[in-house]
Each structure stands twice: as C-alpha cells, then as structure tokens.
C-alpha cells in the first residue's frame, strides 16, 4: 500500500512539473504606462538549437509578436548592442551593419532605410525588450516559431544579412526622431529596478 501511495505522488508531482512547464505564472508587466497581468506560456528560447535562459526578464508574448531583452539575447548571436538613454535608442551592430530603434517608435533605421515594425520596442518593467523576429530576420537570421511547444528558435547560420560596403556613421542618426513616451533618461539598459544586482554586462543565460 506504501508503494502504492509513492506512485501516486510521483505521478501528480510530475503532473506538476508538466503544468508549470507549459503555462508561465501569472506576472504584472508595466507598459505603455499601464499595468498588465501576463499569464501566457512559457516561452522557450533556442539559439543555434541551444536553449537560453534569460535572467534579467523572460521572452514575453504581447499582441502576437515575442519580445525579448535585447542585449541579452543578441549579444549571444555576436551582434554588439548598446542602449543609449539620452536618446532612448537601442543600437545594434553586426558586421556592416548598424540597426537603431526607438522606444514605441514603430520605424527602424537599417543602414540609412527606415524599415515599418509592426510593433515598436517596449520598456516592460523597466527593461529594454525588443521584438525578435523582426531584429532577427533583419540580421540575417531565421526566425521560427513553434507552436507545439511554445518555442522561438533562430539560427544564425541561415540567410546571411545583406552587407553594405558604405562605412556606417553611427553619428547620422544621433538626432533621429524624438519620442514622447519613451521611459525616463536615467533607466539602465540592464535593471529592471534599481536595487536589482542585474546589468547590460551580466552573463547571457546558461543553457538548460
């Protein structure tokens, strides 16, 4: 009967396990100056088919597009990324190439083009959270998301980013646009308050 009763709980714990796996907490998210409750799955994320586990904020689904801190995730595919918050911008490097957004500004500059997002970057609770696919894709990467299990995989060896031979003047775009509603100046790129111990410089995730 005692071994019975073991099975019985090895069996609902793993239920358990199951469960937590597949539906993400109910967590408060503050964004567009409003406070939201995100219940939606855990997203996994994968790059070249490692799993990554971001620490200062986890990928985030909101109106269909995932998001995820950009420095975080992109500097692990080798891309250089630097929030400046004078300008409230997110500048990204990689090879020939350099990407600026804005904060709720739903036009990327990509080599001198201004490129149509269908969502713009967000500050959610205090921290710099892009849209994946599109930084993704415009990088050169393959972006796929799977719906089975609540996965967003990219491999960066897919189709390489268009180069540009023209030098890239990062100073061309110092005064490029302005935006109202952007978070205040002194946010660090990597905190999501001020007593966190999180940075722009800690580790990416391990792997799981």
């Given at each position: 009967?005692k071994?019975?009763?073991?099975k ?5 714990e ?8 597949i539906?993400a ?7 567009d ?11 996994h ?15 985030v689904?909101i109106?269909?597009?995932?998001f995820v801190?950009?420095k975080?995730v992109f500097?692990?595919t080798g891309?250089e990324v630097e929030w400046r918050?004078?300008?409230k911008?997110?500048?990204i ?14 036009s ?19 921290k ?6 599109f ?5 050169g ?10 996965s967003?995989?990219?491999l960066?060896?897919?189709l390489?980013?268009?180069?540009n031979t ?17 978070s205040?100046?002194?946010?660090e790129y ?13 580790n990416i995730?391990?792997?799981?």
């Open positions: 009967m071994l019975k009763w073991i019985w709980l090895l069996v609902l793993m239920l358990g396990m199951l469960s937590s796996s539906h907490e109910n967590i408060q998210l503050t964004y100056g409003k406070k939201h409750t995100y219940s939606g799955k855990t997203i994320l994968y790059i070249d088919e490692q799993e990554i586990e971001t620490k200062v904020m986890p990928p689904k109106n269909g597009c995932t801190p950009a975080e500097s692990y891309a918050s004078e300008e911008s997110i500048y490097f990689k090879g020939n190439m350099l990407m600026v957004l804005k904060i709720n500004q739903d990327a500059w990509v080599n001198g083009e201004n490129k149509k997002m269908d969502i713009p970057p967000k500050m959610i609770n205090n710099v959270m892009i849209p994946l696919r930084v993704g894709e415009t990088l990467y393959q972006v796929s998301w799977h719906k089975e299990d609540s967003v995989r990219i960066t060896g897919g390489a980013a268009q180069e023209d030098e890239v003047d990062a100073s061309d775009v110092f005064n490029w646009g302005e935006d109202e509603h952007a205040d100046n002194n946010t990597g905190n999501i308050s001020s007593n966190t111990t999180n940075s722009a410089n800690s995730g391990s792997s799981s």
